[in-house]
């Protein structure tokens, strides 16, 4: 009978396999968040500083970030607001204080950053090395 040489080995190795993700999750979650960082639109700053990785786990890794980011990534659609409770809506206007019982905001366009940040920051990720780096630390 065959004996495989080198079996205990390749079973470590296969084993670290199963791991891969999470260090690639994290560098890729990482460069997400600075090419977001680098690509959204700034007005006061608050947006830009708010994207974070949220978590990182061995199948998924979260960026997440201020909930304003989905606005300004799709852009809103025109609406109208109306006061709750048959209240009136107070705000600042070109010509002083405005009282309105409704307002209809104009929507404006989206500026997509999203979507070109992930795709930015995979191409970046250097997976490959952190497979080869995990295949070797294994035997």
Known sequence: MA?????SELKKRLAAMRLA???IGRQWGKLDVQEMR????VKTGRL???FRVTSSTGKRVRVGGHFTAYFVDAGPKPHTITAKHGGSLIFKGRRGTVFARQVH???YRA????QRAAEAA???????QVVIDL????A
Do not use: E, I
């Not at 680098?38 to 639109?41: E, G, I, Y």
């Not at 500026?111 to 999203?114: I, N, T």
């Not at 995979?122 to 490959?128: E, Y």
């Open 122 to 128: 995979l191409d970046k990720t250097n997976m490959a």
């Open 111 to 114: 500026r997509p950053f999203r």
């Open 3 to 7: 004996q495989l040489q080198g079996a």
């Open 38 to 41: 680098a690509h959204v639109p």
């Open 135 to 138: 295949w070797n630390k294994a």
């Open 48 to 50: 830009r500083k708010s």
């Open 21 to 23: 993700w999470k260090p």
């Open 105 to 107: 905001s104009r929507g």
